[in-house]
């Protein structure tokens, strides 16, 4: 019985399937050991990686790629550093174009980043719904990084993103969900006619509680990285997300109580001491 | 070394020692079945349950005694229903005989409620001082339920109380915690001289984040109760607090990443496209 | 000395100045005379209204503009109800010739909305920016309506729009200022090269202090309309109104003492009681 | 008709009448001067001293009396600095018997403060109570300076408090309004039976925002110091509490607009454009 009240259906997005709802950047780590051992124990079941020739190497000369078990966890190229369409499309097929040469099923997706300024690295709208359209044209799964704006979430769905992946919070930032109205809204506009449309929170998380948080307004999953390789100790917040994004799912799924200005009795009080 | 970075300490209060930082309520399931399936789920080792006698049998005349596996969980009576500090030293006093008697190893400790109106379930201070520190007097190992005020906190500490439980909002009202800031200042006062001193979050929480919001402040545990029994799916829930209990310690521990306006690029941005 | 503390400059938009930092709309009231009474005690100097022909009567035949004292109030007209770039173009255009048949000075400027969908009213992004554009262009101070996106504003700074006017929540939802950050990123933005660049906070209020919350960001001036008309009270709304947007600005110059977890006496505490 | 919209009943507190429902204290001022100007600036009718010997006089040997206009101001005299029963008491009859020598008419009343320690200046409920009493029976209107705990302020109600002053957050904070739900429950309990018993918010505001946003919950008053004292210009920040105070006030009378997720438009949507 116990089995059956927690079944889940996995998160499918393209031609991908994916059990953990947890998706982790491997950027920002301090040494390639760290990052390994960090995505060990996330549970996660796919990377994002800024595939540019140039990024794979460290400054020691370490492929990143040495340190993703290809066998364990689905690559997912991204855009990021990109700053306007044209840009971000090129990184796109360049990362295509280095998967497939590896044999790597990440090939046929991207997450798209296009930034409207270095400072704050918040998505620009404008240029990502141009480059998403682009993309999708040219018939990449993408998975779509963008604000809380529900229209432009909108338009981006209607563009052919596979997957919206609305902010928290900027980048980095560790403040969390800064606007859960905005973030309602995308859900019920993108799964009015589809509920197994993906959304997925990518950015702004800081700890365990932002990704529940996430996960119980009905987020598919979470996409972070600067949480886990900045933490203190990266390899246990690696695990707290891991529990993070599992409580917040089960919690949405199993339907919480309302809130009330004050509630009832748990204990019966009816009683009279014996 | 995945091991050695999640490793943590057990939770002492009194004579006990509990794995699981998760304590949970016993009243509110709509069967005994439900309620055990539930505890099961929750990972809990620490049940709390209204020791009087009439209150051990449901209206079928079952007793909770028997869905409550003695070799597991520890019993922690409660003394729910008390409004004044004479009824909560006797309902503790007839648990302790009760449990005595049944020669379970949770009579030499209580859970400490003595409530203010029978509307809002809010705690009285002044009574439960008094209550608490005639039950330390007597050798009751005593939790103590308190408002998240720390001046009561401190107070309850001092007049012998073996860990101090403040709301992080009334009973059943699934709020969630309404004031961090109160909880911080009774963190530092409570362990100000002994950082092992246990203070555990009890009663408001309305879901999983709740949880961990709670835990990555720095409590030693929660207890709840109505959020499981009342969820749409309690068996799923008491397995998302299971996970969220976990989730907020480890966060805790592993040192989160400060809060900012806006962030840094988690990948390398210096890049050129090659 | 109390009259320099108190010292203000006034706000200035294109070739307008104003020294009520409030600006209302005029819809959704009971009756026109309604509306004017509130108008009058909301102390503002600038009223934006739907210049459509068959929006200036309402369903008894009166004409709005009969209820708004031309040499009190600068008319803002706005693009209500358009949904593309050119139907807000068109209806900007439309506005302004009707303004200058009637000698009114606020023809030379327009309250730019473009909105995404009919349900929400949340602003179009894409739309937006080229709509500014092109009235910029065409010589119209255009106060620009959009989201909280800081990209976006920057955008609309940089195609020549005369004010940014930020949401803080959807139109007519009464939830007040959702993402204070967002906020204050958009004003650090705008602000850099030009302290005096106007920032509006315009849509979502809902009460008294979430005006005064907008400008102790550091906002030039608040917009709204439903909280004021749909109040039980509108004139007293109103008068609420024109308080807060007083309060919040005078708190902002003043300079405010910061948050601290607690802070210190502010009695003497070292006396010795005589 | 607009002075009809904008009536108000006045304050009342024991023998006192109050039109302004701001009261200051007159604590941490650079200079006496600052403080008088502060206080004119503020609109308050009422000032709380520290009614002591010695600390009617500051360092320069100056009187503050000399500087509160008695003719303009009631007295309220305070037990600021008291941490017990015993010394809050005979701090209230002291101030009492100098207030009754200079013939003011704050004899009759006291601002009750009895403090758990020294570093948070939080109040101790269980010394408030008895003191509260004892002052009660004494014939003292006492107002009575409380946290947010609802039951704790019920009591201070049924021992006789002529009003009672939950904090916002903790003296000199400047947090604000931390927990507005217990404070609802606090409006809600004590204004039950009498909807005009004072409920007056006291310490932890911040800036203009906390007392409007204390106002709107419902509370008759707001009673503060350091936000003015300690504000980088004090007495434009008296001037924005002032407009706050007022603002709050008549948005609460007025009877606002609820919240939504999305709202609806605030100009007729169904025009077509002519």
């Not at 918040?122 to 141009?130: H, Y």
């Not at 598919?220 to 997300?241: S, Y």
């Not at 009330?260 to 009279?272: D, F």
Request: glycine content about 8%.
């Amino acid at each position: 019985m116990t089995t059956d009240a927690l079944s889940d259906s996995p998160l499918k997005i393209g031609s991908h399937t994916l059990t953990s709802r947890l998706l982790v950047g491997t950027g920002r780590y301090d040494t390639m050991e760290q990052m390994r051992d960090s995505l060990d124990a996330s549970g996660t079941e796919c990377v994002t990686v800024a595939v540019r020739r140039e990024r794979l190497y460290d400054r020691t000369g370490q492929n990143i790629l040495d340190f993703i078990d290809s066998d364990r966890y689905i690559l997912l190229p991204n855009t990021a550093g990109c700053y306007t369409t044209a840009d971000a499309v090129r990184a796109a097929k360049l990362g295509r174009e280095i998967l497939r040469t590896l044999g790597n099923p990440g090939s046929d997706w991207v997450k798209l980043e296009v930034l409207g300024d270095s400072k704050t690295l918040l998505p620009d709208p404008v240029e990502t719904v141009a480059a998403c359209e682009q993309l999708a044209a040219d018939g990449f799964s993408v998975l779509c990084y963008t604000s809380d704006c529900p229209v432009t979430a909108q338009r981006l769905k209607k563009v052919g993103a596979a997957a919206v992946m609305p902010a928290g919070s900027p980048i980095g930032s560790g403040a969390g969900i800064l606007n859960p109205a905005n973030l309602q809204i995308i859900l019920e506009y993108l799964k009015e006619d589809d509920e197994d449309y993906p959304v997925i929170i990518d950015a702004g998380v800081g700890t365990a509680s932002d990704v529940s948080v996430a996960m119980e307004l009905g987020a598919d999953g979470v996409l972070l990285n600067t949480a886990i390789a900045h933490a203190r100790e990266p390899v246990r917040m690696a695990h707290a997300m891991r529990m993070a994004v599992d409580a917040g799912r089960h919690a949405a799924l199993a339907g919480r109580i309302p809130k009330r200005l004050y509630g009832t009795a748990s204990s019966p009080q009816e009683g009279v001491i014996s």
